[in-house]
């Protein structure tokens, strides 16, 4: 069963599309980072995936359960990382858990999570107010959000931002044993190549709304080989022609 399954997506805000006949398909093992300038529409199919923009055409399944039909079964199976600047302020990041937690019918927070929140050294400030924490913190929690109840597929917008290299090392390790054991599926949307370049297991280009490339297979694979240098050229080579719908 494919973690999302994304078929002719159109959406945006009110009427007017932001993003156009978008069609993408992950499996769990899959790594996906998704590539663009400002403005091309990372963030509006990420939302739409979280199920914070309407489409206006298509339709979203997350591990089989129709995003519009099912919202309830298939966000049990999402994890999304909000913004920080979305994380409520008077709340203490325990509080947040404890939400999250029962929103995802669980009886406690998962002790993998707790875990993690610990090699992240969240644990002393977790009974504080969240708006008292720094954006490197806030940035920790929406991760920690996230990964509750062991979701099919992980949505993280930029989640790297604002990190140490430290807590960076220990995230992208936690993602790549999710993805590497084959519990979830990563889609990701950066800036940072090194981060493609080394962790990615496919990735894409949108342009202009639309999902103009995908790297995947052995050419994403050739790409890595040869470093962040060779990844670059090709994002200015897609970018200066507009990009092709075919797959690399």
């Given amino acids: 069963m494919l973690a999302l399954d994304i078929k002719n997506l159109s959406a945006g805000y009110g009427a007017r599309p932001v993003i156009t006949d978008i069609s993408l398909r992950l499996q769990r093992g899959v790594w996906y980072c998704l590539l663009g300038p400002n403005g091309a529409g990372k963030s509006t199919l990420l939302r739409s995936v979280g199920g914070r923009v309407k489409a206006l055409a298509g339709s979203i399944c997350i591990d089989g359960a129709d995003l ?13 990382g909000i913004s920080p600047e979305q994380l409520p302020g008077l709340l203490t990041g ?74 960076a090392a220990i995230l992208r390790r936690e993602l790549e044993s999710r993805v590497e054991a084959g519990r979830c599926a990563v889609l990701l949307a950066t800036h940072h190549l090194e981060l493609v370049s080394q962790a990615a297991t496919e990735a894409g280009l949108m342009l202009d709304g639309r999902l103009a490339q995908n ?17 670059q050229a090709s994002l200015e080579e897609a970018s200066s022609i507009g990009g092709s719908t075919a797959n690399c």
Wanted: hydrophobic share 50%; charged share 25%.
């Fill in 94 to 167: 325990r509080q947040c858990l404890e939400i999250y937690a029962m929103a995802q019918k669980l009886n406690a927070i998962d002790p993998e999570v707790l875990a993690l929140c610990r090699e992240f050294r969240l644990e002393s400030a977790l009974d504080s107010f969240v708006d008292t924490w720094s954006l490197g913190m806030r940035q920790k929690l929406t991760v920690l959000l996230a990964l509750l109840g062991d979701p099919a597929l992980v949505v993280l917008d930029e989640a790297f931002n604002g990190l140490d290299p430290r807590s």
């Fill in 68 to 80: 519009h039909r099912e919202p309830d079964l298939a966000r049990r199976q999402l994890g999304f």
């Fill in 215 to 231: 790297w995947q297979g052995e050419a994403l694979a050739a790409l890595r080989a040869r470093g962040t240098a060779a990844l």
